[in-house]
């Protein structure tokens, strides 16, 4: 009879501890840019956030408060996250809403593995029409448009002018930028020479893209088209051996940073150990903060420019970043909610390009705050005048990872430049041989 | 003396003390079992002899020697493990020579001894096998074999009988005597079981409560036990205690008075503490107390249990004080437990034991 | 069979059943799937072209699986002797009944629970050039940072010590338990032989412990010859394929490259290595023992 009784009592227990089912659409939203909940935690003051980190957190905790009718589930993953992305898809259990890069779109693209987002667009009320071109150009293949753009991230050169003054490259308050390879090395030498620093501060471990983006800012500027078609590369060529035999110069006369990851060259600039970082749009929000405060080495002396021009033309390389759509069939609640997330996305890209991205919607780019943020009129026409890969381009992290694995060799001395870029040529065109 | 020495070995683990002021001398060949029951200190002294302890205080010296300071292997003793602690992944070829490899004896020398050893101990088919592969004996007879062709001063025996099941137990203890024959150095046996160190030691040291109780020959120890406890240790069945008083003296021997009323004429001569009234215990051993003829006096007693062992049988019975007694009778007897019987008792060979453990036994006879 | 027998035997399948359900479903079935993804050429999404032992083919030919095979065995190599070596003295040093051989032993076990992502963590903080702990050190002897994780002849040497560090507490376990298996007698007996330490150890410890010592080396090895963890996070395989083991190249080839079917294959050659080394070590060893009576 105890024993009953008990048995009745347990269950009880357990069923009291069932909750009435969760009956609230949910989307899951997978983003790199790092974790930072230690100091955002739930906040949801967008304004004050600084960072990618921050200001995509808080915003999406702005969105989870002011739409308590949907359920967000966020995934972080670390950068750049298409391992797990396609161990997800190939799994059937993948995300709602992801962040990829531009550059990347058309691999998942042209297999159907993320849906176009007219509809979700349009049920937005987004018009395409709104996008910059190079946002626009980032995310239509095949005429269809198969995410919607966040931002173009430019190439720069951030510049510390104290430094630069004191190596005597500076001339009426702006930086003495090279127009050739020669005038590089030179200037290079004389700032080393004048300061003791290296002149160019560089992430080279664990850092393809960044070598990469080099790589191909000048190969674009010189006219070479890198991917022919969609199946080859061309980077055995003078164009390419120049640009290589360039960084190796660099490196061979310790003109920049060594050994240096990317969390390490990235504090190795606030602290003022080089002259220039060409990193990208993303750290100009964290670079100026920085400067702000009165202890930095920054301090009152932190310049932006794009990237010199130093063979052909001046042909700024941009990538970007979007939100796609991988393919699942969804609810309509669902997609509803989607639709919710990415218009309210849409109407807080200004604070998105507080970053120091540009902003994908060209309305942003004219209005007074936007121009009133530091650098920007330096780097606005990069939204314009930017180009990117051709559409057809696939493979493109696999491909950025190979050359990148060629080009260290090459840069640190490892490999002779004509074997790296030849290796590299070669596996990448193994690479799309095997492409399906 | 050219054999084992220990003097005044203590040893305390802890705050408890094992051994007490232990004082022994062995001469070289001489056969000695230490016997005693489990926490009387004879494998922990055993132990210190090998040198596998260490000794709080005293000495250690064999054949001239002093050996309480050097290694084990450095002191010319073998020993045979209780469970023979033979190497399981050496044949029996490698074990023997263990020792001597170490020792850097010569390759023919060591190949002779173990040759010999082996002859004498009917394992020579066996030295190529392992441990793994043989019967308990084979696997001692391979134990004590190891310890032979160390020609060691001394031998150390560790309880060798325990492991062994009666068959086997009678066999190995004839093989123990023989090898006592063969070799010229001395044996230590430790053993719990008195009829072993009765039948094999030619002096038995009698530990108990961390001291020795009696050292002596085995009929020494049998017949003149130095104490109750030895009295009762050794031979079996144990002796039977009887409390009791002193009657009175019959000359110069002394009369004991037993609760039922009985009055016995020993042949214990009158000595301290054996004045009249003087409460005492009376030990009588088995075969001194039969079944009294029909018709004569005795003592009344009660028989319990009954024991026949083919060539006598053993009485279990109790006095009319209540006291427990042991009687013999010759083949199987029909006496039956519960029966009322008579017991005729030698009393001339009765021992008394006085409050303060101190045995006198009976004298010369006259 | 007797009907109480047939009962018995179904009983057991019973209870075994469960189980082998489940280890099949795991780990056979998945294996016989691997072995048909790899004669086909196969994307990580579901597209299938059968091109028979091309795969294989296209893998004994590869330069950078050559690199990643020969990291791999540099590794093993570097790690499995110290390893077990380390262990196994750590285990003797241990083997007490000391508190604080108590407290040791569960210091040194402590670097086993945590996960491979906080081990390169701490690790990356000692061998980094730029301010690491080791920097500091040489720093402070004037001596120039040493660029353990992107320096070609340093990578390797890098991540065999990480992975000494972390592993060690198991192995230690395993000597310990096989050295307490050993009965204290024999120790008596050899000192009484008058063996000396070093002889104990050689001819006493060593042949007893036997089996743990191939268990721990069959293991170590099998384990050794997968690494990916460190690899991938401590130095991304880099500087330019000189860390990148075969296990990390089977993961960039798959999940970066979706040449799902190229990586299984390799998947199988490694697996295949794996079963070879593991059973050459255990033939090697137990070919001595004989049967037991």
Same mark, same amino acid.
């Given at each position: 009879m105890r024993k009953r009784a008990l048995a009745f009592g347990f269950a009880g227990v357990l069923l009291a501890g069932c909750q009435p089912a969760d009956e609230r659409p949910e989307i899951v939203v997978q983003r790199f840019f790092g974790e930072c909940g230690a100091v955002y935690g739930a906040s949801t003051d967008v304004a004050g956030a600084e960072t990618e980190c921050g200001i995509l957190t808080t915003l999406i905790n702005r969105f989870a408060a002011e739409n308590p009718d949907i359920r967000v589930k966020v995934n972080v993953v670390a950068w750049p996250g298409y391992p797990q992305l396609a161990a997800q898809i190939a799994a059937g259990d993948p995300p709602d809403l992801v962040t990829m890069h531009q550059s990347v779109i058309a691999d998942y693209s042209s297999r159907g593995l993320i849906e176009p987002v007219e509809p979700l667009l349009a049920e937005a009320n987004i018009d395409p029409a709104a996008f910059t071109p190079a946002a626009r150009a980032g995310v239509e293949k095949e005429g269809r448009l198969y995410a919607m753009p966040w931002d173009t991230i430019g190439r720069l050169f951030h510049v510390n002018t104290a430094l630069m003054a004191e190596a005597g490259l500076m001339r009426e308050g702006r930086p003495v930028l090279p127009n050739s390879p020669e005038e590089l090395l030179a200037q290079a030498r004389q700032f080393k020479q004048r300061t003791g620093k290296p002149y160019l501060i560089q992430a080279q471990v664990s850092a393809p893209d960044f070598m990469v983006a080099f790589l191909y800012t000048y190969l674009l500027a010189q006219g070479q088209p890198i991917f022919p078609d969609a199946r080859h590369v061309r980077l055995d060529t003078p164009e390419a051996r120049r640009v290589v035999a360039l960084m190796r110069q660099l490196n061979a006369e310790g003109l920049t940073t060594r050994n240096q990851d990317f969390p390490a060259?990235?504090?190795?600039?606030?602290?003022?150990?080089?002259? +220039? @970082?060409?990193?990208?749009?993303?750290?100009?929000?964290?670079?100026?903060?920085?400067?702000?405060?009165?202890s930095s080495a920054l301090h009152g002396h932190y310049a932006v420019a794009p990237f010199p021009r130093l063979w052909g033309s001046p042909a700024p390389f941009v990538d970007g970043h979007a939100w796609v759509v991988p393919a699942a069939s969804r609810s309509r609640a669902e997609r509803a909610a989607m639709a919710r997330f990415l218009g309210f996305l849409a109407r807080y890209n200004y604070d998105w390009s507080r970053t120091?991205?540009?902003?994908? @919607?060209?309305?942003?780019?004219?209005?007074?705050?936007?121009?009133?943020?530091?650098?920007?009129?330096? +780097?606005?026409?990069?939204?314009?005048?930017?180009?990117?890969?051709?559409?057809?381009?696939?493979?493109?992290?696999?491909?950025?990872?190979? +050359?990148?694995?060629?080009?260290?060799?090459a840069i640190t001395g490892t490999k002779p430049v004509d074997a790296a870029l030849r290796d590299a040529e070669r596996r990448v065109n193994r690479l799309y041989a095997q492409m399906m | 003396m050219s054999g084992l020495e220990l003097i005044d070995v203590s040893k305390s683990y802890g705050a408890t003390r094992v051994l007490d002021g232990v004082s022994l001398a062995i001469g070289a060949g001489e056969f000695v079992a230490f016997l005693g029951p489990s926490g009387?200190?004879?494998?922990?002294?055993?132990?210190?002899?090998? $040198?596998?302890?260490?000794?709080?205080?005293?000495?250690?010296?064999? %054949?001239?020697?002093? #050996?309480?300071?050097?290694?084990?292997?450095?002191?010319?003793?073998? &020993?045979?493990?209780?469970?023979?602690?033979?190497?399981?992944?050496?044949?029996?070829?490698?074990?023997?020579?263990?020792?001597?490899?170490?020792?850097?004896?010569?390759?023919?020398?060591?190949? =002779?001894?173990?040759?010999?050893?082996?002859?004498?101990?009917?394992?020579?088919?066996?030295?190529?096998?392992?441990? %793994?592969? &043989?019967?308990?004996?084979?696997?001692?007879?391979?134990?004590?074999?190891?310890?032979?062709?160390?020609?060691?001063?001394?031998?150390?025996?560790?309880?060798?009988?325990?492991?062994?099941?009666?068959?086997?137990?009678?066999?190995?203890?004839?093989?123990?005597?023989?090898?006592?024959? =063969?070799?010229?150095?001395?044996?230590? &046996?430790?053993?719990?079981?008195?009829?072993?160190?009765?039948?094999?030691?030619?002096?038995?040291?009698?530990?108990?409560?961390?001291? #020795?109780?009696?050292?002596?020959?085995?009929?020494?120890?049998?017949? =003149?036990?130095?104490?109750?406890?030895?009295?009762?240790?050794? %031979?079996?069945?144990?002796?039977?205690?009887?409390?009791?008083?002193?009657?009175?003296?019959? $000359?110069?021997?002394?009369?004991?008075?037993?609760?039922?009323?009985?009055?016995?004429?020993?042949?214990?001569?009158?000595?301290?503490?054996?004045?009249? $009234?003087?409460?005492?215990?009376?030990?009588?051993?088995?075969?001194?107390?039969?079944?009294?003829?029909?018709?004569?006096?005795?003592?009344?007693? =009660?028989i319990d249990l009954v024991e026949r062992l083919g060539d006598r049988t053993y009485l279990y019975a109790r006095l009319s004080d209540g006291s427990e007694i042991i009687a013999h009778a010759p083949g199987f007897s029909a006496v039956r437990p519960g029966e009322a019987v008579t017991l005729a008792v030698d009393a001339a060979a009765a021992h008394v034991f006085t409050a303060d453990g101190t045995a006198h036994h009976p004298g010369p006879r006259a | 069979m007797t009907g109480a027998a047939r009962r018995d035997g179904w009983v057991g399948y019973a209870f075994v059943g469960p189980f082998l359900l489940v280890y099949a479903a795991i780990l056979i079935v998945p294996l016989l799937m691997g072995l048909w993804i790899s004669l086909n050429n196969a994307d990580l999404f579901g597209r299938r072209e059968w091109v028979g032992l091309a795969n294989y083919a296209q893998a004994l030919g590869d330069p950078v699986l050559g690199q990643a095979f020969a990291n791999t065995l540099t590794l093993t190599l570097l790690i499995v002797p110290p390893l077990t070596v380390i262990a196994l003295l750590l285990a003797l040093a241990l083997n007490r009944a000391t508190r604080l051989a108590a407290i040791l032993r569960g210091v040194f076990f402590s670097s086993l629970v945590l996960s491979v992502t906080i081990v390169t963590l701490i690790w990356r903080f000692i061998l980094t050039p730029d301010a690491g702990l080791v920097a500091v050190g040489l720093g402070a002897l004037g001596r120039a940072p040493v660029p353990f994780l992107s320096d070609p002849a340093y990578v390797i040497p890098a991540l065999a010590v990480t992975t000494l560090w972390w592993s060690l507490g198991f192995p230690i376990m395993l000597f310990l338990a096989g050295l307490q298996q050993v009965p204290h007698d024999i120790y008596e007996a050899a000192a009484l032989d008058g063996a000396g330490r070093w002889t104990v150890f050689r001819r006493i410890t060593l042949p007893s412990i036997r089996r743990t010592l191939l268990l721990v080396v069959m293991l170590q090895t099998a384990a050794q010859l997968q690494i990916f963890g460190q690899a991938q996070l401590l130095t991304g395989g880099g500087p330019g394929g000189a860390s990148r083991t075969i296990v990390l190249y089977i993961f960039e080839v798959s999940f970066g490259r979706w040449e799902l079917g190229y990586a299984t294959a390799i998947a199988e050659l490694l697996f295949g290595m794996i079963l070879a080394v593991t059973l050459l070590q255990y033939w090697l060893v137990i070919r001595h023992e004989e049967q037991r009576a």
């Open positions: 060259a990235t504090a190795a600039f606030t602290q003022g150990r080089g002259g +220039i @970082f060409p990193v990208g749009t993303w750290m100009l929000g964290p670079y100026d903060a920085e400067a702000a405060r009165r120091g991205q540009l902003p994908a @919607f060209a309305a942003v780019l004219a209005t007074p705050e936007f121009q009133a943020l530091p650098h920007r009129e330096d +780097i606005a026409a990069l939204a314009r005048t930017g180009r990117q890969l051709p559409g057809y381009v696939e493979r493109q992290s696999a491909v950025q990872g190979l +050359i990148g694995e060629e080009l260290e060799a | 009387s200190g004879k494998s922990t002294l055993l132990r210190i002899i090998a $040198g596998l302890e260490s000794l709080d205080a005293g000495e250690v010296w064999l %054949g001239g020697e002093r #050996i309480d300071g050097l290694a084990p292997g450095a002191r010319g003793i073998a &020993m045979v493990f209780q469970h023979y602690a033979l190497y399981p992944h050496m044949t029996v070829r490698e074990n023997m020579a263990f020792g001597l490899v170490n020792a850097g004896v010569p390759k023919d020398e060591i190949a =002779r001894r173990i040759a010999q050893a082996a002859e004498t101990l009917e394992i020579a088919t066996q030295l190529d096998k392992k441990p %793994g592969q &043989m019967s308990g004996g084979q696997r001692q007879r391979v134990a004590i074999g190891r310890a032979i062709v160390k020609k060691p001063k001394l031998f150390l025996l560790d309880e060798p009988l325990s492991n062994l099941d009666a068959a086997l137990r009678g066999r190995t203890r004839v093989e123990l005597a023989q090898l006592r024959t =063969r070799v010229d150095a001395a044996l230590v &046996m430790v053993t719990h079981d008195q009829s072993e160190a009765m039948t094999l030691a030619d002096r038995i040291v009698v530990m108990n409560d961390r001291r #020795i109780q009696q050292v002596g020959t085995p009929a020494e120890v049998y017949a =003149r036990p130095a104490n109750a406890f030895v009295a009762g240790f050794v %031979g079996s069945p144990a002796m039977a205690m009887l409390p009791a008083r002193v009657a009175g003296h019959d $000359g110069a021997r002394v009369r004991i008075g037993l609760p039922c009323g009985a009055d016995l004429p020993t042949a214990i001569p009158a000595a301290a503490g054996l004045e009249e $009234g003087a409460p005492v215990t009376l030990g009588l051993r088995a075969e001194h107390v039969t079944l009294a003829p029909p018709a004569t006096p005795g003592l009344p007693a =009660r | -």
